[in-house]
């Protein structure tokens, strides 16, 4: 099945700030997924990424704010924009591999300070 | 809207005893499926159920499918430390393409 790289794996950052969160996988997909775990919670679904279109966004969850790029089938990137507290989580991007789930990839452990 | 509430919360055994996590749907799910999220990790994929009343198993895993579709169990017999973690059920809502994880059972297997 699929393997999906993520970087960086974690982060401190500044309010205020801006990190972007990359995800490389070793094979073409067309659906790529983002979701946000906060600490000790479920996966929540932030978007749905499709190559040559914009991403479609969950409920509470909004372009300006994490923007989303989908240059090709094989890699994808979230941005976490204005970065606040509430924002740190895992963030981790996953694709579906049909009767066998989704894969996702080892998470970004985001710290806002 | 939809809610997949799984229960217990936290789980605390002693290794070898068994353990269950029951999830629960307020709607018809197309499908089940498990996944188990070691601490610091990234959730894994165990097992996929779709039909009404299935049961499968891996090794000391029995997964189960209710009838209505609703709901779900993970039963692991005689536990082993290396079954700490964090299960989580999650299926499709039947009739849409909305994909929905419940809110995990946090399994503590003391030695």
């Known amino acids: 099945s699929a393997v999906i790289s993520q970087k960086p794996s974690r982060d401190i950052c500044q309010r205020g700030t801006s990190l972007t969160i990359q995800c490389q996988v070793d094979?073409?997909?067309?659906?790529m997924f983002w979701y946000r775990q906060q600490p000790g919670q479920s996966l929540t679904l932030i978007a749905t990424?499709?190559?040559?279109?914009?991403?479609?966004?969950e409920s509470g969850f909004v372009i300006d704010k994490f923007p989303i790029s989908r240059p090709n089938l094989t890699f994808s990137t979230l941005t976490v924009s204005n970065m606040s507290p509430e924002d740190s989580s895992i963030y981790l991007c996953?694709?579906?591999?049909?009767?066998?789930?989704?894969?996702f990839g080892s998470g970004t452990r985001l710290t806002v300070v | 809207g939809q809610q997949v509430m799984q229960i217990p919360q936290y789980q605390h055994v002693q290794e070898g005893e068994d353990f269950t996590t029951y999830c629960n749907s307020s709607?018809?799910?197309?499908?089940i499926q498990w996944y188990k999220q070691r601490p610091g990790g990234h959730p894994v994929f165990l097992i996929q159920l779709v039909k009404s009343g299935e049961v499968k198993k891996q090794k000391r895993l029995t997964f189960q499918f209710g009838e209505a579709k609703k709901n779900s169990s993970l039963h692991i017999t005689a536990t082993q430390t290396t079954d700490v973690g964090t299960y989580f059920c999650?299926?499709?809502?039947?009739?849409?393409?909305?994909?929905?994880f419940g809110t995990g059972t946090r399994l503590k297997v003391l030695a």
């Open positions: 999650a299926g499709i809502v039947s009739g849409t393409y909305k994909y929905i």
């Open positions: 996953s694709l579906s591999v049909g009767d066998y789930g989704y894969t």
């Open positions: 990424a499709n190559q040559g279109s914009e991403a479609t966004y």
């Open positions: 094979s073409q997909v067309t659906m």
């Open positions: 709607t018809t799910l197309s499908n």
